[in-house]
Nanobody, 117 residues
Framework: QVQLVESGGGLVQAGGSLRLSCAAS????????MSWYRQAPGKKRELVAR????????NYSDSVKGRFTISRDNAKNTVALQMNSLKPEDTAVYYC??????????WGQGTQVTVSS
């Protein structure tokens, strides 16, 4: 059974930092591209950052580029999202996603990030 478990969310003031982590189990982690998505109330879920299975290819949404950093540890089956210079508009539920071949995809349960102004 595949599980993606996010942690690290919380309440932070604008300008602050948080580090999200996602622990994966039940899958061959190194075969999956990993991503962080977020969904704010009343909005569609959006891609925040993606890292390839090897870690060599990384993409960010324009809204977080230069502030967020995605990383992975294939030995520990974890992916992290370091979020700096947080803004109130970063407030959302953040989801970990694993995407494999043949459109196989898994989601975590989400972790709430709230940035106060």
């Amino acid at each position: 059974q595949v599980q993606l478990v996010e942690s690290g969310g919380g309440l932070v003031q604008a300008g602050g930092s948080l580090r999200l982590s996602c622990a994966a189990s039940g899958l061959t982690f190194s075969n999956y591209a990993m991503s962080w998505y977020r969904q704010a109330p009343g909005k569609k879920r959006e891609l925040v950052a993606r890292i390839s299975s090897t870690g060599l290819n990384i993409n960010y949404s324009d809204s977080v580029k230069g502030r967020f950093t995605i990383s992975r540890d294939n030995a520990k089956n974890t992916v992290a999202l370091q979020m700096n210079s947080l803004k109130p508009e970063d407030t959302a539920v953040y989801y970990c996603n694993a995407a494999g071949t043949r459109s196989v995809t898994y989601w975590g349960q989400g972790t709430q990030v709230t940035v106060s102004s």
